[in-house]
């Protein structure tokens, strides 16, 4: 399995991205796809997490109302659409593939290279 971000760059505070995560090499069709940020000198913490089958999802409290989650299954793309941005938010952002329905630790399978967000005050 191999995952590739996209998208990521430099936004004013109140500007939006999107970024994509492009999955390649599953052998099943079950999969969630997570949305994780490091900022430096922060740990590692979950943004959103979306179903391949079932398309539930969930999205952090932090980000909740901002960020919200999609994929297409068609493309093997999910996206992370960031609205009303903030300092807050600059992070290098990963994507990460897990077998099943949710993002288990236990079920991990790869993470991608991840992409740089940067938003100026």
């Known amino acids: 399995v191999r995952l590739v971000e996209s998208g990521g760059g430099m936004v004013q505070t109140g500007g939006s991205l999107r970024l994509s995560c492009a999955a390649a090499?599953?052998?099943?069709?079950?999969?969630?796809i997570g949305w994780f940020r490091q900022a430096p000198g922060k740990e590692r913490e979950r943004v959103a997490c979306?179903?391949?089958?079932?398309?539930?999802?969930d999205v952090a409290e932090p980000v909740k109302g901002r960020f919200s989650i999609s994929i297409d299954n068609a493309k093997n793309l999910v996206y992370l659409q960031m609205n009303n941005l903030n300092p807050d938010d600059t992070a290098e952002y990963y994507c990460?593939?897990?077998?099943?329905?949710?993002?288990?630790?236990?079920?991990?399978?790869?993470w991608g290279q991840g992409t740089q967000v940067t938003v100026s005050a």
């Open positions: 990460a593939a897990y077998t099943g329905r949710f993002c288990m630790t236990l079920s991990l399978l790869v």
């Open positions: 090499g599953f052998t099943s069709d079950d999969y969630a």
């Open positions: 979306i179903s391949s089958i079932y398309g539930n999802m």
